[in-house]
């Protein structure tokens, strides 16, 4: 009996930085991939600001995943090394920028 409550108890601990990691990497992404041109804050640095955006959480992580035609780099194709999770992780972490 002491050995399940044990298990269960380090299942859900599990489960719960698992979850507190995948919240988490929406803005570590955007720190390390998008910060350098948007600012830190998404405030707009070599590339305009982001914070406030009236683009929605499918529009930022479409256009991470296929770019724009006549866009500045990098945002005229797709955002190298990034998959459909991690857009929309970096899209709802912008959308919380204000």
Known sequence: MKRSIIGLTVIALLSMSCLAFAAEDGAAIYKTKCAGCHG?????????ALKGTSMTDAQIAEELLKGTPGKKAPHGKAMAGLTPDQASAVAAYVKTLK
């Open 40 to 48: 830190a804050a998404g405030e707009g640095k070599v590339g305009p």
